[in-house]
């Protein structure tokens, strides 16, 4: 993570807090360094804008790095769904097969 392009980032959170993508580049740069501030921003995506299709496979992701199976289950399934409904296929199939992954390491 570069200390200036997370300072830009979150300069542009400030300025269009409404933004998913500004939500998301933040979280995304903390998700290899600081897995809770990854999970706390890919949470505001999950609760303020839960149509944000990208947030469903790395919060779950990192859900299931916390030992937080259930959260991780719960997170595939509603991703899954939310991009059925979008006709999102890329998506759809991505969260299918890391779903599955998901599932195969439970066993």
Do not use: C
Not at 23 to 46: G, P, T, V
Not at 69 to 88: D, F, R, V
Not at 94 to 99: I, Q
């Amino acid at each position: 993570m570069q200390e200036e392009r997370l300072k830009i980032l979150l300069k542009y959170l400030e300025e269009e807090p409404n933004e998913p993508f500004n939500i998301y580049a933040i979280a995304m740069e903390y998700i290899n360094r600081d897995i809770q501030k990854a999970k706390y921003y890919l949470e505001i995506l999950l609760n303020e804008h839960p149509d944000y299709i990208p947030t469903y496979y790395h919060a779950a992701a990192v859900y299931v790095e916390l030992e937080d199976y259930i959260k991780a289950e719960q997170t595939y399934l509603l991703g899954i769904e939310k991009a059925h409904q979008q006709q999102s296929k890329k998506a759809y199939d991505e969260l299918k097969r890391a779903y599955r992954m998901f599932l195969d390491e439970m066993d």
